[in-house]
């Protein structure tokens, strides 16, 4: 079984910054591409930052210039530098990950959420 646990979500002022993380843990083989998505109370679930296991990133336009996605050098934790955070920021933020164990390949996983709340 694969966990992806969230921390660092928070109350912030406009203008300030947070740091997510997510660790996954589990029987692990590998895991391709961790993300970040967030979603705000009425609208869908949106892709804020994705980074494959080759540091490749993209982002939503949204947030460019703004967010850094990172992996550790285990690959198995990502972080999500937040800075110049705005009041439309505010969401629950979700990682997910494509995890490969000795069962399953690509296997699409979701952490539970963390709140980043943004006031103006």
């Known amino acids: 079984q694969v966990q992806l646990v969230e921390s660092g979500g928070g109350s912030v002022q406009a203008g300030g910054s947070l740091r997510l993380s997510c660790a996954a843990s589990g029987s692990i083989f590998s895991i391709n591409v961790m993300g970040w998505y967030r979603q705000a109370p009425g609208k869908q679930r949106e892709l804020v930052a994705r980074i494959t296991k080759g540091g490749i990133t993209n982002y939503a336009d949204s947030v460019k210039g703004r967010f850094t996605i990172t992996r550790d050098n285990t690959k198995t934790t990502v972080y999500l530098q937040m800075n110049s955070l705005k009041p439309e920021d505010t969401a629950v933020y979700y990682c997910?990950?494509?995890?490969?164990?000795?069962?399953?390949?690509?296997?699409?996983?979701w952490g539970k959420g963390t709140q980043v709340t943004v006031s103006s």
């Open positions: 997910n990950a494509g995890v490969t164990t000795l069962a399953y390949y690509g296997m699409d996983c």
